[in-house]
């Protein structure tokens, strides 16, 4: 599901990338490009990304150590593929980051993390995770973000 979601989202982040391209306006499409409205978004003739910039670099920095899949910086979507620690090679771990706002709030991140572990055959089974976990490395990005957005300012 989460494959097919991420899919249809760069589907639809090419699709407003190819329209920005060929307009004569600057890079960088609003809600109103993607889904038709014909209105700009809430801070529009802003070019970049679609997401709170600092969110978005923290997380990519706080998750350097899983392997990313893919990421939609309009949609504010990172996924990352399997990561098995090398002190743990019976579980691996997945991770899909979703930035929702364009600022820097406790609010706008959510991070779900997906667990598998081994069975006696050598597959690969679903096993619950923390929910300590997911708070954990929310509270991680946004500590990175905050201190981004210090050095930023200074």
């Known amino acids: 599901m989460v494959l097919v979601r991420g899919a249809v989202v760069a589907l639809v982040a090419s699709g407003a990338l190819l329209a920005a391209c060929s307009a004569d306006r600057p890079l960088g499409p609003t809600v109103g490009d993607v889904f038709g409205s014909g209105r700009p978004a ?17 997380t990519l920095d706080t998750l350097s150590f899983m392997p990313l899949a893919n990421a939609d910086p309009w949609g504010g979507v990172i996924n990352y593929d399997w990561y098995t620690d090398p002190q743990t090679p019976n579980e691996r771990f997945k991770a899909t980051v979703f930035i929702l706002d364009t600022r820097l709030r406790a609010d706008a991140l959510n991070v779900t993390v997906t667990k598998e572990v081994r069975d006696a055959t050598g597959g690969w089974i679903g096993a619950p995770v923390a ?9 991680a990005i946004l500590t990175k973000a905050r201190q981004l957005n210090l050095q930023n300012a200074g």
């Open 42 to 58: 809430s801070g529009a003739g802003q070019t970049g990304i679609g997401v709170n910039a600092f969110l978005w670099r923290a």
């Open 131 to 139: 929910a300590q976990t997911e708070t954990d490395l929310e509270n």
